[in-house]
């Protein structure tokens, strides 16, 4: 273990290496330009490493209301209140306008798509086994479903005595963008 010392006092090389002990100011004092203390309310949670991440901050609420922010919460939720501060910040840089509202709404216009062509693959899915649960005869017509061998498909030689059902009905409909039928067809 390496001591040293500075200043009168013993220095251990773990404490140089934290960045609450080191002579370098954290990112909002530094960008503030003002001498960091200790017992700066922005150094635990914008490190010297972490410039922008105190610039866009700053930019969008001010230096002020953050300190006021992390005064009134709870010492356990200011990492939480800091990391959704960075995140609303960079998010209204990103998008002034709209900034976290804009992307969430852009996420869930995606879940409502998805969700829309699950269900209507889940639709497919029942369709077609419920086609493929039909009793296999030798009867010509059944209800709009012929009925084909392997051979029917170009599969060569013996069909093995396989045979499936399939709908020309339903089976290259033109689908519009949310994945249902469209009624003009």
Same mark, same amino acid.
């Given at each position: 273990m390496?001591?040293?010392? &500075? ?6 090389? =773990?404490?140089? #290496?934290?960045?609450?002990? @080191?002579n ?9 330009r ?7 309310? &922005?150094?635990?949670? &914008? ?7 105190? %610039?866009?901050?700053? =930019?969008?609420?001010?230096? @002020? ?20 501060? #960075?995140?609303?910040?960079? #998010?209204?840089i =990103?998008d002034?306008?709209? !900034? ?13 798509k998805?969700?829309k062509?699950?269900? %209507? ?16 005869s030798?009867?010509?017509?059944? !209800? ?18 396989? @045979?499936?059902?399939?709908?020309? #009905? ?12 469209r009624?003009?067809?």
């Open positions: 390496l001591l040293l010392i &500075f200043c009168g006092f013993e220095v251990s090389e =773990k404490m140089m #290496a934290s960045s609450s002990y @080191s370098s100011p954290c990112a909002a004092c530094k960008f503030l003002r001498k960091c203390m200790p017992d700066c309310i &922005f150094a635990a949670y &914008f490190p010297p490493e972490e410039p922008q991440k105190f %610039a866009n901050v700053h =930019k969008i609420f001010g230096a @002020s209301n953050v300190s006021k922010i992390l005064n009134e919460v709870q010492p356990y939720q200011r990492e939480d209140a800091v990391n959704s501060l #960075a995140y609303e910040a960079e #998010a209204r =990103k002034p306008v709209y !900034g976290c509202v804009g992307a969430i709404s852009v996420l869930q216009r995606q879940v409502l998805l969700q062509e699950l269900d %209507a693959t889940n639709a497919d899915l029942i369709r077609y086994s419920t086609c493929s649960e039909m009793p296999n030798s009867s010509s017509n059944h !209800g709009g479903r012929s009925k084909m061998s392997s051979d029917d498909h170009g599969g060569g030689g013996s069909s093995h005595g396989l @045979s499936f059902y399939y709908s020309s #009905a339903n089976w290259n409909n033109d689908h519009s963008e949310n994945g249902y039928p009624g003009d067809i």
